[in-house]
């Protein structure tokens, strides 16, 4: 799967561009640092999703420059089942933590 980063929103968009050439664009849920794996993950979902439709989120680690930017090569799937269920612990965290996915609604 090929990368490249919207010209749109490279703050918050990503294109992802499967391997039969289709592209999607990609909104950037969150992103965060390891110290156990020293990697950084970043995870996305449609941007095309209705508030009501179940969201399929991606993830993937990446590589910044010494600038903290991203380009579309330094994003890496995930093929270990251990990073794969420490990002799902992350995810659920942020899921649940009220404060962090931004809902409000509960105070």
Do not use: C
């Not at 390891?34 to 970043?42: M, Q």
């Amino acid at each position: 799967m090929a990368f490249e980063v919207s010209a749109e929103d490279q703050d918050r968009q990503l294109t992802l561009i499967d391997e039969d050439g289709n592209e999607e664009l990609f909104e950037v849920l969150f992103t965060f640092h390891s110290d156990d794996n020293d990697k950084s993950y970043i995870l996305l979902y449609p941007a095309a999703v209705e508030d009501d439709d179940e969201i399929e989120v991606q993830a993937f680690s990446y590589d910044a420059d010494e600038d903290g930017d991203v380009t579309s090569s330094d994003l890496h799937e995930i093929t270990s089942d251990a990073e794969w269920d420490m990002v799902q612990g992350v995810l659920n965290t942020f899921l649940e933590d009220d404060r962090l996915s931004g809902d409000d609604s509960a105070e």
